[in-house]
């Protein structure tokens, strides 16, 4: 789980789609430059998304405490971390967010588990089954209701070309 800046942002006014961006689109790039490598040596950037939740609202407190379950915790204590977590970064300007590196299937099978499905669900995949671009690699942010799908340049990202397979720097 990872803490990151937010301004100004109020837990307590309901998120806003045209504040999206603001909140958390440079979080989850650093959030992607920081993975990307491992997603890359594994098999390509074809078959893998990078999904970063704000965890202050459910879905995104509900992967937090998967998180920490998966990880031995208990459910009390996971609830208990995941509130102290919220309240530290809000107390401190910050937000409380969590990124994923997950397979395609995999983010449709979590968003599915969270949400029951439905159209939001049906058009991420089939944004999940276009061709991707050479050198690009998907994102998604989950906030609340709002997911935003974006491509982007690992070129761009890393600071540096890529191979032509999009598998690390090119030599």
Do not use: C
């Amino acid at each position: 789980m990872s803490i990151h800046d937010d301004g100004d942002a109020d837990d307590t006014t309901p998120m806003k789609v045209q504040r999206l961006p603001n909140l958390l689109i440079d979080m989850a790039v650093d959030g992607l430059r920081t993975h990307v490598r491992d997603a890359l040596d594994s098999g390509g950037a074809d078959d893998y998304v990078w999904a970063f939740f704000d965890g202050r609202v459910v879905p995104g407190r509900s992967v937090a405490m998967q998180q920490l379950l998966v990880s031995g915790m208990p459910a009390n204590v996971a609830h208990a971390r995941i509130d102290d977590g919220v309240k530290a970064a809000r107390s401190a300007g910050k937000i409380f967010a969590i990124g994923v590196m997950t397979t395609r299937s995999g983010f449709v099978g979590l968003l599915q588990s969270l949400s029951a499905g439905g159209p939001g669900v049906a058009s991420i995949e089939m944004w999940l089954r276009e061709p991707l671009p050479d050198r690009h690699f998907r994102m998604a942010i989950v906030a609340g209701n709002t997911t935003q799908t974006q491509l982007v340049s690992l070129d761009a990202l890393l600071g540096t070309p890529m191979s032509p397979r999009g598998g690390g720097p090119s030599r």
